[in-house]
C-alpha cells in the first residue's frame, strides 16, 4: 500500500456499522443502453478502467480497525483486479427488462467485498431489443446515488 491512512467519517462510518449480512449498505444503478458496434464488454472495461487513476474513490479500500476501537480508514489500492470489479453477464438473446430486474436483485442481494475497493459494473448484454445493460453497484460510503452519477459521467 501507498499513501496515508485516511479516516472515514463518521457518517460514512455509520453506513458500516449499520450492514448486516441481510442488510447491504450499497447503491445501484441501471443503464439500459444502445450498442453501436463498438460497445461490448472489453472495449467498456477496457474504457472505464483507463479512467480509474483519475477517480480516487474508485481506487480506495476501506479497511475495518479491530475491535471498532476507530472508524474504519481508507487505503489506496495500486492495482484494480479488473476481473473482481467488472463482471459479464448473457442474458441469451431474448431477455425482458423483468430479467434485467431479477440479475438486478441477484446483484444486490450480495455483499460487497471488503478485501477490494467497495464496487462492481455488471455488463449484461442480450436482451431482446438488442440494448445492454450496465448494473453499477457501490457501497454507500463510497458516494450516495447522486454523487456516484456524477462520478461515472
Request: proline share 7%.
Amino acid at each position: 500500500m501507498d499513501g496515508p491512512l485516511v479516516r472515514i467519517s463518521g457518517f460514512d462510518a455509520g453506513f458500516f456499522y449499520s450492514q448486516t449480512p441481510e442488510v447491504h449498505q450499497h447503491i445501484h444503478l441501471l443503464a439500459l443502453l444502445e450498442p453501436d458496434g463498438v460497445l461490448t464488454f472489453e472495449n467498456f472495461t477496457a474504457a472505464v478502467s483507463a479512467r480509474i487513476p483519475l477517480l480516487p474513490p474508485l481506487r480506495h479500500r476501506t479497511v475495518r480497525i479491530p475491535f471498532a476501537l476507530h472508524h474504519p480508514v481508507i487505503l489506496p489500492v495500486l492495482e484494480i483486479d479488473t476481473a473482481h470489479h467488472f463482471r459479464h453477464h448473457d442474458l441469451g438473446g431474448t431477455a425482458t427488462y423483468q430479467d434485467v430486474c431479477a440479475l438486478v436483485s441477484r446483484i444486490a442481494s450480495s455483499p460487497l467485498d471488503e478485501r477490494h475497493p467497495l464496487w462492481e459494473m455488471h455488463y449484461a448484454e442480450g436482451l431482446a431489443d438488442g440494448r445492454v445493460a450496465v448494473v453499477v453497484k457501490a457501497h454507500h460510503s463510497l458516494a450516495d446515488g447522486v454523487a456516484i452519477s456524477a462520478l461515472l459521467e
